[in-house]
Antibody, heavy 126, light 107 residues
Framework: QVQLVQSGAEVKKPGASVKVSCTASGYTFTNYYIHWVRQAPGQGLEWMGIINPSGGSSHSAQNFQGRVTMTRDTSTSTVYMEVTSLRSEDTAVYYC???????????????????WGQGTLVTVSS | DIQMTQSPSSLSASVGDRVTITCRASQGIRNDLAWYQQKPGKAPKRLIYAASSLQSGVPSRFSGSGSGTEFTLTISSLQPEDFATYYCLQHNSYPLTFGGGTKVEIK
C-alpha cells in the first residue's frame, strides 16, 4: 500500500534551518510528484512547492523562494525539504503529499495530492 | 495567484442533513479542483478530484460538481464521522491554492 513516512518533530531557534524527510513506499517513486503543504496551528492549508522525483526539478511558492530547497534521493525513495532562516511564523505541521501526473495531453502535469504523509511538527521558538 | 473563496467558513448541522459547501475561483480553472476532509491532528484526505470524480473508497454520499469558477461539495446525508473541516484545492496553475476551509460541526 502507498505510504509516505515523514521524519519526527523538530524544535528550532529563530534563524536556524530545518530539514524534513518524506520516505515513499508502495509505488514507483519516480512516477509521481511530491508536494509540500504546511498548516500553522489552528489555520488552513498552505501550498509550499513541488518536486519531480524523476529529474529532481522543483518549484516553490513565491512566499518561500530563497528559503526552501527540495531535493530527493532515488536510492532511498526519499524527498527532503529544507527551510532556512526560520522565524516564529514558520511554526506549523509540514506535510508531504504524493501527486499523480496527468499525461493525457502528451506532456505531463502535476494534479492534486492523493496520499499524504503523517505530518511533521516544526516549532520555532527562542 | 488564483484566489479560492470557500463558503461558509463554518456550519452546524444534524446527522442526516444535506450539506453543501461552495468554492469560487477568482478565474477559470476548468475542472482542476479537488476536495479534502481533515480531522483534528490528521492529514487531509482526498474526497473528490477533477471537480466531480469520487476518490476510491469514499462513500457515495459525497459528491462534487462545477467547472470554471464555481464548485460545490455536497454531503447528501451527514453521518457522525463526517464532522470535520473541508478544503477545496485548485491545481490549475502555480501556486496551488486552497480555500479557507469549512468546519462542519454538530448541531
Amino acid at each position: 500500500q502507498v505510504q509516505l513516512v515523514q521524519s519526527g518533530a523538530e524544535v528550532k531557534k529563530p534563524g536556524a534551518s530545518v530539514k524534513v524527510s518524506c520516505t515513499a513506499s508502495g509505488y514507483t517513486f519516480t512516477n509521481y510528484y511530491i508536494h509540500w503543504v504546511r498548516q500553522a496551528p489552528g489555520q488552513g492549508l498552505e501550498w509550499m512547492g513541488i518536486i519531480n522525483p524523476s529529474g529532481g526539478s522543483s518549484h516553490s511558492a513565491q512566499n518561500f523562494q530563497g528559503r526552501v530547497t527540495m531535493t530527493r534521493d532515488t536510492s532511498t525513495s526519499t524527498v527532503y525539504m529544507e527551510v532556512t532562516s526560520l522565524r516564529s511564523e514558520d511554526t506549523a505541521v509540514y506535510y508531504c503529499a504524493r501527486v499523480p501526473p496527468d499525461c493525457s495531453g502528451g506532456n505531463c502535469y502535476s494534479t492534486n495530492p492523493d496520499y499524504w504523509g503523517q505530518g511533521t511538527l516544526v516549532t520555532v521558538s527562542s | 495567484d488564483i484566489q479560492m473563496t470557500q463558503s461558509p467558513s463554518s456550519l452546524s448541522a444534524s446527522v442526516g442533513d444535506r450539506v453543501t459547501i461552495t468554492c469560487r475561483a477568482s478565474q477559470g480553472i476548468r475542472n482542476d479542483l479537488a476536495w479534502y476532509q481533515q480531522k483534528p491532528g490528521k492529514a487531509p484526505k482526498r474526497l473528490i478530484y477533477a471537480a466531480s470524480s469520487l476518490q476510491s473508497g469514499v462513500p457515495s454520499r459525497f459528491s462534487g460538481s462545477g467547472s470554471g469558477t464555481e464548485f460545490t461539495l455536497t454531503i447528501s446525508s451527514l453521518q457522525p464521522e463526517d464532522f470535520a473541516t473541508y478544503y477545496c484545492l485548485q491545481h490549475n496553475s502555480y501556486p496551488l491554492t486552497f480555500g479557507g476551509g469549512t468546519k462542519v460541526e454538530i448541531k
